[in-house]
């Protein structure tokens, strides 16, 4: 559906442009936009080559394990229903971690994996479960430390500090991961609340 809405989009813009004789404006635009994106995900590519690096590095000398044994009371806490030792805990974990550090684009294969896993345990295989919708409102608001994406954006336009947002994106993500905690939880109890009557 997104994609059918992207496409009318592109051709509206383009009808438009015909019959108001900015073709040429078009034409411009696409190249512009086509070397903006070549130029960012060259970026990209480097921050996060980088940050995959240090988190490998991580992962050897034991943070990792660090961080998911802190994170393991609260997932399970979040996720009540799955089982103790599930491997949809380990990718659960494994996702956060990444989200964490401002690595989206290492934190979505386990993020896919868990929701595989999850799919599972699910009773009802054409809903999604409690489980399920968790973890999409706890990936979607995102608690991140380090900003990786949005600093390599700001380095690749010679932004005077790229790291300035560290603070405000630190902020900005606890509170839409609290709002989303609460908000699963309402939702949680309200479905309980339903079951009961």
Known sequence: MVNIIWLALIIIGIFTAAIQGNLEAVNLAIFDGAKAGVTIS??????????????KIAESAGLLKI??????????????????????????????????????????????????????????????SASM?????????????????????????SSANPTEIVGTTILATIFSTFSAIILDRWYRSRQRFRKNQ
């Open 42 to 55: 060259f970026g990209l590519i480097s921050i996060l080559v980088f940050w995959l690096g240090m988190m």
């Open 67 to 128: 961080i998911s044994r802190i994170l393991q009371p609260f997932v399970a806490w979040l996720f009540p229903e799955v089982p103790k030792n599930h491997p949809a805990l380990g990718y659960i974990v494994s996702n956060m971690t990444a989200n964490l550090f401002g690595l989206g684009n290492a934190a979505t294969p386990m993020g896919i994996k868990a929701m595989q896993e999850l799919q599972l345990l699910n009773p009802t295989k054409d809903q999604a």
């Open 133 to 157: 919708s968790t973890l999409l409102a706890i990936n979607t608001s995102g608690l991140t430390l380090i900003p990786t994406t949005v600093i390599a954006i700001r380095m690749t336009y």
